[in-house]
Nanobody, 114 residues
Framework: QVQLVESGGGLVQPGGSLRLSCAAS????????MRWDRQAPGKERELVAS????????TYADSVKGRFTISRNNAKNTVDLQMNSLKPEDTAVYYC???????WGQGTQVTVSS
């Protein structure tokens, strides 16, 4: 079955960096667009970044443009989210998802705090 497993979350100070990774299995990864979404306490889940199946096209939420980078490795079935210049408002649970299969990972907590 489709499975997505995130890793790489944690506690980081403002201005710091984290790299999230998502390992996918159970489907043809190289043909699937992928996304990272996040949900902060008391807020709705929102799109952070998306990437096309071959990685040639990416989109970002305005709030993370210039700070976050989404990438994928179709040989390893992974999609990553490099997060730089982190701000307290980036604190959320981050989810990897494959929209074509309506599949979500369990989420990984990112906390930005001094």
């Amino acid at each position: 079955q489709v499975q997505l497993v995130e890793s790489g979350g944690g506690l980081v100070q403002p201005g710091g960096s984290l790299r999230l990774s998502c390992a996918a299995s159970g489907f043809t990864f190289s043909s699937a667009p992928m996304r990272w979404d996040r949900q902060a306490p008391g807020k709705e889940r929102e799109l952070v970044a998306s990437i096309s199946s071959l990685g040639g096209s990416t989109t970002y939420a305005d709030s993370v443009k210039g700070r976050f980078t989404i990438s994928r490795n179709n040989a390893k079935n992974t999609v990553d989210l490099q997060m730089n210049s982190l701000k307290p408002e980036d604190t959320a649970v981050y989810y990897c998802n494959a929209p074509r299969f309506n599949a979500w990972g369990q989420g990984t907590q990112v906390t930005v705090s001094s």
